[in-house]
């Protein structure tokens, strides 16, 4: 790799540059017949694939029973996304036949939630145990990591789950039925109470692009205003919303901003 050193010498970059004089057919044809024989890759994509897929056979040694996070980094290299890309090559069918059986030959999981699980089980463990009192938050960040958008992936399909997996999550008693309800309303109660600050202080509604209190209220407002014009929102939610004076919105229109008192001061 370009970056690598090897005994205090820059080998990757050197290595890059018989790769560069190679494609500008500037090496000597006795070089190019030295790095052949202790067969050197002139292609730096296949060599560096290569190399990520010895690293994820070293890390499945070292690791059997899990596979990498989408942020993992082994040996200094970010395996987890390498992996990642791989699976999404997959599905846009731009991987090649070659690498989707090498890949297979290893024992490679395809499927993003099924690949994550064991060590997302045990960074759900890791949470539970420093916060005893509650689950992860929507957007609450936890070694590097958000665990809700996994979660909420898993658990919408939880019919499909083994015993084992779900197994996983009874063992640390958590609440299966009422986790994505349970944490949707407390994220929607702490939109709509910024929504009345934000409306006690300016006396209108925010634009769209808005960000206050470190929240894109803007945009939810805007969310809320649509599922009011389609009658998507739980009655309890609509209550409380057309209570402070919010119109529905049709799908294509613009934010009712354009329409506040505050659009005509400002413009």
């Known amino acids: 790799m370009a970056s690598e050193i090897f005994e205090k010498v820059k080998i990757g970059k050197w290595c890059e540059r018989q790769r560069i004089l190679?494609?500008?057919h500037e090496l000597e044809p006795r070089r190019q017949k030295a790095l052949r024989a202790i067969g050197f890759e002139f292609n730096s994509a296949v060599n560096e694939w290569d190399h990520f897929l010895q690293l994820l056979n070293d890390y499945r040694e070292e690791y059997p029973n899990q596979w990498p996070n989408t942020k993992e980094v082994y040996n200094g290299l970010e395996l987890g996304n390498w992996s990642l890309l791989q699976r999404r090559y997959y599905k846009q069918g731009t991987l090649t036949k070659r690498r989707i059986e090498r890949l297979e030959e290893v024992g490679f999981i395809w499927d993003d939630a099924e690949a994550y699980w064991s060590p997302t089980i045990k960074l759900l463990h890791e949470f539970r145990k420093?916060?005893?009192?509650?689950w992860p938050g929507p957007t609450e960040l936890y070694r590097g990591y958000v665990l809700h958008p996994w979660l909420k992936s898993v658990l919408k399909k939880k019919a499909s789950l083994t015993k084992a997996q779900l197994k996983d999550f009874t063992d640390m008693d958590f609440p299966i039925d009422n986790y994505i309800h349970d944490t949707e309303r407390v994220t929607w109660?702490?939109?709509y109470k910024d929504l009345q600050a934000y409306k006690k202080q300016t006396g209108s509604f925010p634009a769209p692009e808005e960000i206050f209190n470190g929240h894109?209220?803007?945009?939810w407002t805007q969310k809320q205003q649509r599922k009011l014009f389609v009658n998507a929102l739980p009655l309890e939610y609509k209550k409380l919303i057309t209570a402070l004076g919010?119109?529905?919105l049709k799908p294509d229109a613009k934010s009712s901003y354009i329409h506040s008192p505050r659009f005509a001061r400002e413009n």
């Not at 420093?130 to 509650?134: F, I, Y």
């Not at 894109?216 to 945009?219: A, I, N, V, W």
């Open 246 to 248: 919010l119109k529905p």
């Open 189 to 191: 109660f702490s939109a």
């Open 22 to 24: 190679h494609g500008k």
């Open 130 to 134: 420093d916060n005893p009192d509650r």
């Open 216 to 219: 894109h209220l803007g945009q």
